[in-house]
């Protein structure tokens, strides 16, 4: 069994699950960042990431310092393997397994996928489907692209991650208010500098899917597709998903042929992959490649149906082992998560309509905000104020019963005024 060194972390679920994916699989880990206290500010007891064997400081977004200092590490504490589940610090994982000769997916192929406008270039060029785009930095620029492709557009940045600043747009007036709101956002959340470019895509109509993938020493593995339950535009929230998706297996094979061709494409291996699929009137369309495991607890939902353990095969893979990827039986035929999507602005005074949760059988795990909660019109996928998650013994079972459960609760929020 391996020593891994973590570089970084999400702070949401797999913050949890990836740090007991990588014990269950018999491995330890180091885990490095540049500030502990943005994992444990407002988390009662112990973090999973504290279970580490070592917790050691540097400065993360400095890559070029920080490969020779990994290295000095290497030198002491014999790593493994080095992975992430944060997809900021994916490209500078990448280098250091590339200097460092240990496994993973190639620099190259990484930053790609972590660049949403070179994941299109090189996707269409490789014939991969997916919508019209183009990309492009001043206004002047963008108006023009626009035009060209025909509104209505979603606006994207390169560079983001769970649906921050992606928008519907109708029209040019819509289109220069979501290029300023993207312009007013110069640094991602772990304060690295931004790309200044913005990605134009073609709308596309139809149910969104991910296709969750495991690849090794080139080939690729499809573990199942996902359902993606979205908002309504202008922003796409993810308000619910379920294992397996509810598609034909003529859908379910066109729509994981999708998937394996982007990856092909950009030349990902040794790797986790969670890509992200439209369902369209004229087959299926890419939406992006992340070369990471699923967030969102979708690989609970996986593991719930097919016992497969995606943190835990993401650890394998990073230590260089070929994980076993055999569905077991689990007595569940569906799973499924629905989250509680703010509509409005304020504090939380109270959620109601969840008291018999604990007493519902199908409900294997929930949160809801407490009351106090500052809440905020949700925008992206930050910003939830609960989720439950359903199991059935039923395919294509658990996704409605898990909506009907939040859609049953009465939030309160009470308006703040100055």
């Not at 080139?218 to 339950?229: E, F, L």
Request: glycine share 10%; charged share 20%.
């Amino acid at each position: 069994m391996g020593h891994l060194l973590m570089v970084e972390s999400w702070v949401g679920s797999m913050s949890t699950l990836l740090p007991a994916g990588i014990r269950d699989g018999g491995h330890t880990f180091s885990f490095l960042t540049r500030d502990l206290g943005h994992y444990l500010r407002g988390k009662p007891g112990p973090h999973p990431l504290l279970g580490a064997v070592n917790v050691l400081t540097a400065e993360t977004n400095d890559e070029v310092a920080l490969v020779p200092y990994v290295r000095e590490l290497h030198e002491v504490l014999a790593f493994e393997g080095v992975l992430s589940s944060c997809d900021y610090y994916l490209p500078t994982v990448a280098a250091i397994a590339a200097e460092l000769g240990l496994p993973g997916p190639g620099r190259e192929a990484v930053a790609a996928a972590c660049q949403k406008h070179r994941t299109r270039a090189l996707c269409r060029a490789a014939g991969v489907p997916g919508p019209a785009f183009a990309v492009a930095e001043g206004w002047e620029e963008l108006a023009d692209a626009a035009a060209e492709l025909g509104y209505p557009l979603v606006v994207k940045p390169v560079d983001l991650c769970g649906g921050m600043y992606v928008r519907r747009v109708d029209d040019e007036e819509q289109l220069r208010a979501a290029v300023a709101r993207i312009a007013g956002f110069p640094m991602n959340v772990r304060g690295q500098a931004r790309a200044p470019q913005i990605l134009l895509e073609e709308c596309l109509h139809g149910p969104e899917f991910s296709v969750e993938t495991v690849t090794v020493r080139g080939h690729t593995t499809v573990v199942g597709v996902t359902d993606k339950r979205l908002t309504g535009a202008p922003a796409f929230i993810e308000a619910g998903h379920m294992f397996p998706a509810a598609l034909t297996a003529d859908e379910r094979a066109a729509v994981s042929a999708v998937a394996r061709a982007a990856i092909a494409a950009l030349g990902l291996d040794d790797t986790v992959a969670h890509t992200e699929v439209k369902l369209t009137g004229d087959g299926p369309r890419l939406i992006e490649v992340n070369p990471r495991p699923a967030g969102n607890r979708i690989t609970e939902l996986v593991r719930r149906v097919t016992g497969i353990d995606l943190a835990a095969v993401h650890a394998e893979v990073a230590a260089g082992g070929t994980p076993d990827l055999t569905p077991r039986p689990t007595g569940t035929g569906s799973a499924a998560i629905a989250f509680a999507v703010a509509d409005r602005t304020g504090v939380l005074t109270a959620i109601s309509g969840a008291e018999q949760w604990d007493d519902d059988p199908s409900i294997v795990e929930h949160t809801l905000a407490e009351p106090g909660t500052q809440v905020r019109i949700a925008t992206d996928n930050n910003t939830y104020l609960g989720h439950v998650m359903v199991v059935d013994e039923q395919p294509g079972a658990a996704g409605d019963l898990a909506c009907d459960r939040i859609d049953k609760l009465i939030v309160d929020v009470a308006q703040v005024t100055s």
